[in-house]
Nanobody
Framework: QVQLVESGGGLVQAGDSLRVSCAAS????????MGWFRQAPGKEREFVAA????????NYADSVKGRFTISRDNAKNTVYLQMNSLKPEDTAVYYCAASTRSYVPVITGNYDYWGQGTQVTVSS
């Protein structure tokens, strides 16, 4: 089992950059595919990005492709989401998740462990 804690959220202006982090404890994060999801008020939780155990394979939602980058440091048990050119529509609570699947899933139901989330607010 793994515990996930997100950090790094905050209030930024449109066009700014922000990096959120996810620290894993318990079982090493290298045992899991890691993903980021987000949920805006009144909306369903949606996939943002995911990364394979080795970090060699990634997957992005079309809405963030080219602006966001997911990475991981297995030695530090940490996963990052670098967010550039932020837009007001990126405003949401961002959640880190871990999956035991052998592929890189994009569906919330294929993730087994979740963090509590960190708020990202982008003002126009």
């Amino acid at each position: 089992q793994v515990q996930l804690v997100e950090s790094g959220g905050g209030l930024v202006q449109a066009g700014d950059s922000l990096r959120v982090s996810c620290a894993a404890s318990g079982r090493a994060s290298s045992n899991y595919v890691m993903g980021w999801f987000r949920q805006a008020p009144g909306k369903e939780r949606e996939f943002v990005a995911a990364i394979s155990r080795s970090g060699r394979s990634t997957n992005y939602a079309d809405s963030v492709k080219g602006r966001f980058t997911i990475s991981r440091d297995n030695a530090k048990n940490t996963v990052y989401l670098q967010m550039n050119s932020l837009k007001p529509e990126d405003t949401a609570v961002y959640y880190c998740a871990a999956s035991t699947r052998s592929y890189v899933p994009v569906i919330t139901g294929n993730y087994d462990y979740w963090g509590q989330g960190t708020q990202v607010t982008v003002s126009s």
